[in-house]
């Protein structure tokens, strides 16, 4: 699996965009891109995932560059909710299981 | 849908005793992983399930660690005899056969051997 480097932490003022950068400049072409978080006590949390596509869902935004050697986690309207440590993934997605590898992520910090 | 359930979500224990860890996976998956948790390093995988099979389970530390799954809807991570260097909090996690399939957590169990 390729390697993932992310800021070790951020702050973000609450309303504002939160943007979580992932760098994966040896990224293969069938690996995809896998963000998850995780909240104090509790275990990780999914939130979207991508290929070579940008992507959105009800949680966040995701935009993979041309080259996909690297891409940003877009919260649009961060809350103190979204205080967490957030987890850039690359893997292959295949029928033999998604086990995942975890690097250290980056801790947001969400401000009032 | 009650997600993942683990059990018990604290346990203390002294060195040497037997410790088990309970996961109920949510129904209908087929893969199920156990991870471990500790502030130097990280989230770990140590094995993982598919249909009830374990795949791999090159992540398990020493022979002191064995899981099972002897039915889809129940695993045990089994650490016998524990030291204070298995205290962490250890996470177990199901997801579905297919692409991209993402994996759901439970909260996890925060173990202490002292």
């Known amino acids: 699996d390729a390697k993932t480097t992310q800021p070790t932490s951020m702050d973000c003022a609450e309303g504002r965009a939160a943007n979580l950068p992932c760098n994966h400049s040896?990224?293969?072409?069938?690996?995809?891109v896998y963000w998850y978080r995780q909240i104090h006590s509790q275990g990780p949390q999914y939130i979207i995932h991508?290929?070579?596509n940008n992507e959105t869902n009800e949680m966040a935004s995701l935009i993979i560059t041309e080259d996909r050697k690297s891409s940003t986690l877009i919260l649009p309207h961060a809350t103190l909710r979204d205080t967490a440590v957030y987890y850039c993934?690359?893997?292959?997605?295949?029928?033999?299981?998604?086990?995942?590898?975890f690097g250290g992520g980056t801790r947001l910090m969400v401000k009032p | 849908d009650a997600g993942v359930i683990q059990s018990p979500r604290h346990e203390v224990t002294e060195m040497g005793q037997e410790v088990t860890l309970r996961c109920k996976p949510i129904?209908?998956?087929?893969?199920l992983f156990w991870y471990r948790q500790t502030m130097m390093r990280g989230l770990e995988l140590l094995i993982y399930?598919?249909?009830?099979?374990?795949?791999?389970d090159s992540g398990m530390p020493e022979d002191r660690f064995s899981a099972k799954m002897p039915n889809a809807s129940f695993s045990t991570l089994k650490i016998q005899p524990s030291e204070p260097r298995d205290s962490a909090v250890y996470f177990c996690?199901?997801?579905?056969?297919?692409?991209?399939?993402?994996?759901?957590f439970g909260n996890g169990t925060r173990l202490t051997v002292t």
């Open positions: 129904s209908g998956h087929d893969y």
């Open positions: 991508g290929l070579k």
């Open positions: 996690a199901s997801s579905l056969t297919g692409l991209g399939s993402p994996l759901h």
């Open positions: 993934i690359v893997r292959v997605a295949n029928n033999a299981g998604n086990m995942l590898t």
């Open positions: 399930f598919n249909n009830n099979v374990p795949i791999d």
């Open positions: 040896t990224i293969s072409g069938n690996e995809y």
